[in-house]
């Protein structure tokens, strides 16, 4: 071969090697997650299926994570990245600020990131927490190879890669 990494097997081979296991239902108890996240000082805690496997998400193409907006928290934070993300606002009122589009929210309220839309999450409180419930397709888009983010927004994107090791012989 001319390349250490190039390799050649048979359709069948790749066939065997192309099946993923088979990902099990999970539960993830709130007096389990509440506590960690309380405790966690990035504010933010991710959930795990171990069936999943190195990609660490709930399922093959699914992440989910919870994240605190600390009450009185009201510093630009915006980013942008290409995996989309699903806001479920579990505790506290603030608001969204999406692609220049205010979206005010409390409990109960869903919010939409689309891929790639410059945001960032403030809390109007100045006592009380809020606590987001997000869900991301980063395990799918990361699979891909696409996965980049912007953070600040305006910044150099970054391709979010591991390096490969140097194959030598
Ligand atoms: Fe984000």
Redesign the pocket.
Known sequence: MTNQRADIISYPEFIKKSKKPVVGPAIWKWEDVHPRLMNEPSGAVSLVNKDVGESGGVSPTLNALFQVIKAGDKERHS?R?TNV?LFLVCEGEGYSMIDDEKLEWKKGDLVL?PAWSD?GHYNTSDTEDAILFTFQDVPLVSEMGNWFIEEPTGSMPKHIVKKSEKVTK
């Open positions: 980013h990245h993300a990131a945001h």
